[in-house]
């Protein structure tokens, strides 16, 4: 980083402080690595664990790379670059560290999780999905045992005994979802044997910027009894039938729609409601099916296999298998597709994945892509950017981006592209946004004769294998969002880089500028040749967010090319609004979840000194008065104590469950304080704050009023046959944030018009 870079403390101008005096420090270093080579392992492996316990930090991390790169040499038969260790030193002082793709970030999370677990911290390393957790833990596992580290993973097949004797290793491999998961269910235990996740003090998140990011505002939701919510199959019918332009808009960003008045007078006559009288909820129904018509895309947003509606992860370009869409649009595109209602019920606890990552300690992380986003894991979490160089110069040719004026004529330069470099040879990865498309290409270049293989949301199941074989002599493969597959492309033999190395070609620019970079990054790794284009065309989703590029249009030449300068910075600014919209939602929703956060670390304090000790009980008896004492009087007090603590218990978890509901309700019709002037943000917490007061003496009323009433025997208080009963099972899945604003919202909006 240059001069004025540190000047303005841009993102990775700092790095010389954390990891600057490095390379001051080689000779240390190589005499380090002289005395541990010396070492048998069983020597190795008692050095290691001495490691930490004298010296200045600065000389223990000087020893401790010397002494992993040893390591992970005998174990994994891989000698860790200069780079990878510099790299390790930026995690060790809770970093996020830019490393890029094929570069080894693997090796060095396993290395900087050995690391904190050898000084005494408990360490989790989170990942995007099941598989790369299991995976990385299974490759490390050697390097582990070396070093004396336990270490395990866990996914969604395990037992319960099994995933509790994993969160009991030093490290532990994960996807941030289940962590985040057994978070949640944590939250309702009422014996600490029953708790799965121990106090979270260390986490290094794997694709950083796409969990911290990207996933950051997704919503983690436990909800038990279970009920279905219905869509209204007549209002599916009729928006069914509403034609665009006549009866509903589009917006320019295709972002939101709404009916017209023609519209509203239709959907009012057919109906037989007033949709802007006192009762919204026809409203909010007609907002819903309209949204699901217009703008939720089969093959692009969601499959639907088996009878079910499955979400498509926009940033990985898989199912989510757990992920659902808030319940009443859920319902809306369950009746548009004809397919069942899936369980809804009440949400018992919720939290976003930034709330979980904010729970710990220390938080680091490893990504290809950084940098693009330091300003916001500035803001959102307070960590530096530490960007690292790659072990070999990059020589990859990125070319300039292809302007088409449709999506035909798109498709049909990229397949003569395609079919250009298959003739000589040359392995050719092809990245898209979407099933649809993926499946488009595929169509159109098996039709040219070409082999292609085809790695979507439909069927990854042979994703390792699909990959190993991508970078083969004029193999062809086509993959929707190849940034999340998390598996390198490495070139077969000689006469793929002869031929020029992978080509990589992006079907459109990703909504974000680092999926992009990440799709290149798949060609060029470790010094490889390679290249990277771009084909866009004016029908892309990006492009529908700046209206004035249509105009190009007219530009283009036979075969659709447009050569515009001018359009080609449009593209650019383009991808600047989206991610502008993005950190904004983020913000957003980040401001909304605050205080409900705080909020919640209040009642689980609470909840944690009603377990443990008798403060809260002897409250609830100076209520009771006499009632306690006589029951005392005629049971043992013992009997009593853990009566009363399983009733408060009780009621303490029904009213937080209550408050969710109403913090979530208050946030759907929170825009309609626009009305009276007042800032939607400062309303929310303060409506949220005067309900949330008299949480803790709502729980003592409840519960004495449970305790007056209910019949007391010699055995405590049958709570089921009174009514106060927990949820008989719980399951978990993702939300994704409103994508449309709320109903109230939308409500507004129209309202202004």
């Avoid at 295709?254 to 802007?276: C, K, M, P, W, Y």
């Avoid at 509901?661 to 208050?666: C, R, S, T, V």
Wanted: hydrophobic content about 40%; some cysteine.
């Amino acid at each position: 980083m240059g001069f004025f870079s540190r000047l303005l403390n841009r993102p990775g101008a700092q790095a010389d402080k954390a990891t600057g005096w490095f390379d001051k420090a080689a000779d240390d270093m190589a005499a380090a690595s002289r005395e541990y080579a010396k070492m048998d392992d069983s020597e190795l492996t008692e050095a290691a664990a001495d490691i930490f316990t004298s010296g200045s930090a600065q000389d223990n991390l000087i020893r401790y790379c010397a002494l992993a790169r040893e390591a992970a040499e005998r174990s994994l038969d891989e000698r860790a670059y200069d780079t990878q260790i510099k790299g390790l030193v930026g995690l060790l002082q809770a970093n996020i560290v830019q490393m890029a793709t094929g570069e080894g970030k693997t090796l060095v999370g396993a290395l900087a999780a050995a690391g904190y677990a050898l000084q005494g911290r408990r360490v989790h390393v989170v990942s995007v999905n099941d598989y790369l957790a299991v995976r990385d833990r299974t490759w490390m596992k050697p390097l582990f045992e070396l070093l004396g580290v336990k270490s395990a993973s866990i996914s969604g097949t395990q037992s319960e005994s099994e995933r509790r004797e994993s969160y009991g290793a030093e490290v532990l491999y994960a996807s941030v979802t289940e962590v985040g998961f057994d978070v949640l269910r944590d939250r309702f235990v009422t014996d600490d044997d029953q708790i799965r996740v121990p106090d979270r003090d260390v986490v290094i998140v794997d694709e950083a910027d796409s969990v911290l990011i990207d996933e950051a505002r997704v919503p983690l939701v436990l909800a038990g009894s279970a009920s279905v919510e219905d869509a209204n199959a007549a209002i599916a019918a009729l928006v069914e039938s509403l034609e665009p332009g006549v009866d509903y808009e589009i917006s320019p960003d295709h972002q939101a729609v709404s009916l017209t008045d023609e519209g509203i007078n239709r959907v009012e006559a057919e109906l037989g409601v007033e949709l802007f009288g006192e009762d919204a909820s026809d409203l909010a129904a007609v907002n819903l099916a309209l949204y699901a018509k217009s703008l939720v895309k089969l093959d692009v947003d969601y499959l639907v296999v088996d009878g079910r509606v499955k979400l498509i992860s926009a940033s990985r370009g898989r199912v989510a298998e757990l992920q659902r869409w808030p319940d009443g649009l859920q319902a809306a595109v369950e009746a548009k597709e004809g397919v069942g209602t899936t369980e809804s019920g009440e949400i018992l606890d919720q939290m976003t994945v930034e709330e979980l990552i904010h729970g710990y300690e220390t938080v680091c992380g490893m990504t290809g892509t950084a940098l693009a986003v330091g300003d916001d894991l500035r803001e959102f979490y307070n960590l530096e950017i530490v960007p690292v160089d790659t072990h070999l110069p990059v020589i990859r040719n990125d070319e300039p981006d292809r302007l088409y004026t449709y999506q035909e004529s798109k498709e049909r330069a990229i397949v003569d592209e395609v079919a250009d470099n298959h003739a000589k040879d040359r392995p050719v990865l092809i990245g898209t946004s979407s099933v649809a498309e993926s499946e488009s290409l595929a169509a159109r270049l098996t039709e040219r004769g070409i082999d292609v293989a085809v790695l979507n949301a439909k069927d990854d199941s042979l994703e390792a294998e699909v990959i190993a074989a991508a970078g083969a002599p004029g193999a062809v493969t086509v993959s929707t969002q190849m940034a999340g597959r998390g598996t390198d492309i490495r070139l077969a033999d000689d006469s793929v880089a002869d031929a020029g190395g992978l080509l990589v070609i992006g079907a459109g620019r990703y909504l974000s500028s680092r999926l992009d970079d990440q799709l290149r990054g798949r060609a060029g790794r470790q010094g490889d040749p390679g290249t990277s284009v771009f084909f866009t065309s004016l029908e892309d989703e990006l492009l529908t967010r700046v209206p004035e590029i249509q105009r190009f249009v007219s530009e283009g030449d036979e075969t659709g090319w447009i050569e515009s300068k001018r359009a080609l910075s449009l593209v650019e600014h383009a991808q600047r609004v989206a991610e502008g919209q993005n950190t904004a939602l983020h913000r957003d929703t980040w401001k909304f979840n605050e205080l409900m956060a705080k909020q919640r670390d209040l009642v689980l304090a609470r909840r944690q000194e009603l377990r443990v000790d008798d403060e809260a009980i002897n409250e609830l008896k100076g209520r009771l008065g006499d009632v306690a004492k006589n029951l005392a009087d005629e049971h043992s007090q013992e009997l009593v104590d853990a009566t009363l603590r399983e009733v408060m218990l009780f009621h303490l978890d029904a009213r937080w469950v209550d408050h969710l509901a109403f913090l979530n309700d208050l946030r759907e019709g929170i825009h309609l304080r626009t009305f009276a002037r007042e800032k939607p943000h400062e309303a929310f917490n303060t409506e949220s704050i005067r309900v949330f007061s008299s949480f803790w003496s709502d729980v003592i009323e409840d519960s004495a009023t449970t305790i007056e009433e209910a019949e007391f025997t010699d055995t405590g208080i049958d709570l089921e046959s009174h009514g106060l009963k927990r949820p008989s099972s719980t399951w978990t899945y993702l939300t994704t944030e409103s994508a449309f604003g709320s109903d109230i919202e939308n409500i507004v909006k129209k309202v202004k018009r």
